[in-house]
């Protein structure tokens, strides 16, 4: 697959609020007005249209095409892509393999959900049989299984989650589109104090469920030079794994399948760990965001800790780390939240960051968090390296 | 010290079962613990699937086994959703059976000070309607 010859040539993103009083085909026209606005196309040149899943869509399985028809877009290719909260980032890339394959040119990837106002899932899944009878209310007690283990196996500084939950939180005070009630200052004691949720998982490692939205144009990289589009952000590794070890009974839960899908990511674009100028990991929890660093090779596996307090992780600092406030200081737009750090991403690397522009947009290192297996680690990660290339 | 539900007092339903997995709740019924069991690996699966999660095939025996095992990690629940919601805190423990599967249940008899990475435990049959029983486990002592 030639990702590079795919081109992100417009995004754009919604406020992220709680309880949205717009409905969400009114958030995903929002987006669609926009990125038209931005790029100069008109809408009938878009000829594909891919859709993050939605916690809103959910309850209905024609959803992309339902969509279309409420967007009035018609299209030659039509998905929505169900991998949790790899969707976003996992459209992008069936984005660019659509393109590829000649599939169509021109890509609509949006992502909207409003999830706090209006949830229509009901899900055919293991958990009623299996953890609602034990009371296991989803993704904090999974993730309390998880950081106790890593605690018991390497030991953890809980003031280093701290250090990322703040840097994270101040990114969002400089973030007009993060959810208002989240865009105020914490230390480190704030998070370290902060009430347990499923121990030893507190209030401010975890998302607030949001709605809101957010997409991308995606052409090809020789239509984006046909109309003389020259600020272009270009997709250069990819790598996705679903059900990592499914062959296994146990597996450690420390780790994941961003070490596969990261290996794939960064030999496709032929970089290093070390090379990476901003980073947008998914954040369900903080602890996911140290987990992946490891993973990823940033450093050894159990010496997160030890990484995080080395590093400066504003976006004034040498790794600057979701510098839109990420998922949990700015909100988990649902399904859709994937959509967040990507679209951030994407943004630093237009140099539209604003009062929170990275100096170094050389590249920026995206990944996704989806779904929460029995007892295992997440069922579905996702590594994508962008890099501008007007 | 804070007290910790045993959970015993909160009215569960009876199980919502498969057709693969119908065999592992008909167990309980006699308070024994079915697991299924690939010959052709000799290896044990939980939970329970329409396929061996080692081979794709579909030769799998159901074997009981002990229940005992050692806590591979655990949380402690502080919300929940009815019938829970009221009834926290509560344990969910990860227990890595002697069988080597890992199974998740609540805990009787096991204080805060008592619950650590690596404690044995036993299994506790506990009654759900129709005569079903769920498996919640208890420290060895």
């Known amino acids: 697959m030639a990702l590079h010859d795919a081109a992100i040539v417009g995004y754009a993103e919604t406020k992220i609020v709680p309880?949205?009083?717009?409905?969400?085909?009114?958030?995903?026209?929002?987006?669609?007005?926009?990125?038209?606005?931005?790029?100069?196309?008109?809408?009938?040149?878009?000829?594909?249209?891919?859709?993050?899943?939605?916690?809103?869509?959910?309850?209905?399985?024609?959803?992309?095409?339902?969509?279309?028809?409420?967007?009035?877009?018609?299209?030659?290719?039509?998905?929505?892509?169900?991998?949790?909260?790899?969707?976003?980032?996992?459209?992008?890339?069936?984005?660019?393999?659509?393109?590829?394959?000649?599939?169509?040119?021109?890509?609509?990837?949006?992502?909207?959900?409003?999830?706090?106002?209006?949830?229509?899932?009901r899900q055919r899944h293991f958990q009623g049989e299996w953890t609602v009878p034990v009371g296991l209310m989803g993704p904090p007690a999974a993730f309390g299984f998880i950081t106790n283990r890593y605690e018991h196996q390497f030991g953890l500084d809980y003031a280093m989650l701290g250090k990322l939950a703040v840097a994270q939180r101040d990114h969002a005070v400089l973030n007009d589109n993060a959810c208002e009630k989240l865009r105020k200052p914490?230390?480190?004691?704030?998070?370290?104090?902060?009430?347990?949720?499923?121990?030893?998982?507190?209030?401010?490692?975890?998302?607030?469920?949001?709605?809101?939205?957010?997409?991308?144009?995606?052409?090809?990289?020789?239509?984006?030079?046909?109309?003389?589009?020259?600020?272009?952000?270009?997709?250069?590794?990819?790598?996705?794994?679903?059900?990592?070890?499914?062959?296994?009974?146990?597996?450690?839960?420390?780790?994941?399948?961003?070490?596969?899908?990261?290996?794939?990511?960064?030999?496709?674009?032929?970089?290093?760990?070390?090379?990476?100028?901003?980073?947008?990991?998914?954040?369900?929890?903080?602890?996911?965001?140290?987990?992946?660093?490891?993973?990823?090779?940033?450093?050894?596996?159990?010496?997160?800790?030890?990484?995080?307090?080395?590093r400066d992780f504003t976006f004034r600092g040498d790794l600057p780390l979701n510098t839109g406030g990420g998922q949990i200081s700015a909100g988990q737009c649902g399904l859709a939240g994937g959509g967040t750090n990507l679209i951030e991403a994407v943004r630093q690397l237009f140099g539209e960051g604003g009062p929170r522009q990275v100096a170094n947009t050389r590249n920026a290192l995206v990944t996704g968090i989806g779904g929460i297996p029995y007892a295992r680690n997440w069922n579905s990660s996702v590594v994508m390296i962008l890099t501008p290339n007007g | 010290m804070t007290t910790i539900n045993d959970t015993l007092d909160i009215p569960r339903e009876a199980p919502k079962f498969r057709s693969f997995s119908k065999p592992f709740w008909d167990g309980t019924r006699e308070k024994k613990l079915l697991l299924q069991f690939d010959p052709a690996v000799g290896k044990f699966q939980f939970y329970p699937r329409a396929t061996s999660i080692y081979t794709g095939r579909r030769n799998l025996e159901w074997r009981e086994a002990s229940g005992c095992g050692a806590v591979h990690s655990f949380t402690i629940a502080r919300r929940g959703r009815p019938p829970f919601q009221g009834k926290e805190p509560f344990f969910i423990a990860v227990v890595t059976l002697d069988e080597g599967v890992n199974v998740m249940g609540n805990m009787v008899d096991c204080s805060m000070e008592d619950m650590k990475i690596g404690l044995r435990v036993k299994p506790y049959w506990h009654a759900l309607p129709d005569g079903y029983h769920i498996l919640i486990f208890t420290p060895e002592r």
Request: hydrophobic letters at 40%.
């Open chain 1, 19 to 121: 309880k949205s009083d717009r409905d969400v085909w009114e958030l995903g026209a929002e987006i669609l007005e926009n990125v038209l606005d931005r790029t100069g196309f008109e809408k009938g040149e878009i000829d594909g249209l891919i859709l993050s899943s939605s916690m809103t869509g959910s309850g209905n399985c024609f959803w992309s095409q339902t969509t279309a028809d409420q967007l009035a877009l018609e299209v030659d290719f039509c998905q929505t892509v169900d991998i949790g909260g790899c969707s976003p980032v996992g459209a992008l890339a069936r984005a660019a393999a659509a393109i590829d394959a000649g599939l169509c040119t021109t890509v609509l990837c949006l992502y909207a959900d409003t999830q706090s106002a209006e949830t229509n899932q």
């Open chain 1, 186 to 310: 914490i230390t480190i004691d704030d998070y370290v104090n902060s009430r347990m949720i499923a121990d030893p998982v507190r209030l401010l490692d975890s998302v607030m469920v949001c709605d809101g939205a957010s997409g991308l144009l995606v052409t090809s990289r020789k239509n984006a030079e046909r109309k003389g589009l020259t600020k272009i952000v270009t997709p250069v590794g990819y790598g996705e794994r679903t059900t990592y070890r499914a062959s296994e009974a146990i597996v450690d839960v420390t780790e994941s399948g961003h070490m596969v899908a990261g290996q794939r990511a960064f030999a496709q674009a032929g970089m290093k760990p070390a090379e990476i100028a901003s980073f947008h990991p998914y954040d369900d929890f903080i602890i996911a965001m140290m987990i992946q660093m490891e993973m990823l090779g940033f450093c050894g596996h159990g010496q997160g800790c030890d990484f995080i307090r080395e």
